[in-house]
T-cell receptor, first 110, second 113 residues
Framework: DAKTTQPPSMDCAEGRAANLPCNHS???????VYWYRQIHSQGPQYIIH???NNETNEMASLIITEDRKSSTLILPHATLRDTAVYYC???????????FGAGTTVTVRA | GAGVSQSPSNKVTEKGKDVELRCDPI?????LYWYRQSLGQGLEFLIY????????KSGLPSDRFSAERTGGSVSTLTIQRTQQEDSAVYLC???????????FGSGTQLSVL
């Protein structure tokens, strides 16, 4: 019952912005969009989350479309250390469950 | 202080043996999760603890798997009579409260020979 759709893989150039898309066309008004990433042999790392407004922190920016059916995670200046699997997750407000899909394997190339 | 701590980082065991995996959550976090990640697969939810409430065990794959959380802090995941298909990375996460952001540990790589 995947609630999000992400491309299986993408390449990015080091130093450039990386734009990672996610479709969540069936999202409900009380569901948040979360992003995690998992670098090889490590546990998932929280990046950012949002409900309907765009969000920015020291790691990334999250742009959510007005209809909330899709979002984009932006890594402003990709480095080789950003190579990882990136997971876009929809989570119901007040619920504890996080369901991970297959994610996008992002490879940053020099 | 520190993040979620898991031990051991690696565990090799023989088929049929019991194993215990430990998770130390972030101090003050009331919610604790266990997930499993088999090679090349996504994360599979196992169990969730929240304060003194009954845990959600809906993700445990068989009755060989059990977990407890003592004193609302440290958690132990126990796998009895391990099988080769139990080989995976076992990940623990904790969050401040029920629906807040979970933070993950580095996991325990379990290999059953």
């Amino acid at each position: 019952d995947a609630k999000t759709t992400q491309p299986p893989s993408m390449d990015c150039a080091e130093g450039r912005a990386a734009n990672l898309p996610c479709n969540h066309s069936t999202i409900s008004g009380n569901e948040y969009v979360y992003w995690y990433r998992q670098i090889h042999s490590q546990g998932p790392q929280y990046i950012i989350h949002g409900l309907k407004n765009n969000e920015t922190n020291e790691m990334a920016s999250l742009i959510i479309t007005e209809d909330r059916k899709s979002s984009t995670l932006i890594l402003p200046h990709a480095t080789l250390r950003d190579t990882a699997v990136y997971y876009c997750i929809v989570r119901v407000e007040g619920d504890y469950k996080l369901s991970f899909g297959a994610g996008t394997t992002v490879t940053v190339r020099a | 202080g520190a993040g979620v701590s898991q031990s051991p980082s690696n565990k090799v065991t023989e088929k049929g043996k019991d194993v215990e995996l430990r998770c130390d959550p972030i101090s003050g976090h009331t919610a604790l999760y266990w997930y499993r990640q088999s090679l090349g697969q996504g994360l599979e939810f196992l169990i969730y603890f929240q304060g003194n409430s009954a845990p959600d065990k809906s993700g445990l794959p068989s009755d060989r798997f059990s977990a407890e959380r003592t004193g609302g802090s440290v958690s132990t995941l126990t796998i009895q009579r391990t099988q080769q298909e139990d080989s995976a990375v076992y990940l623990c996460a904790s969050s401040l409260e029920k629906a807040t952001t979970p933070f993950f540990g580095s996991g325990t790589q379990l290999s059953v020979l």
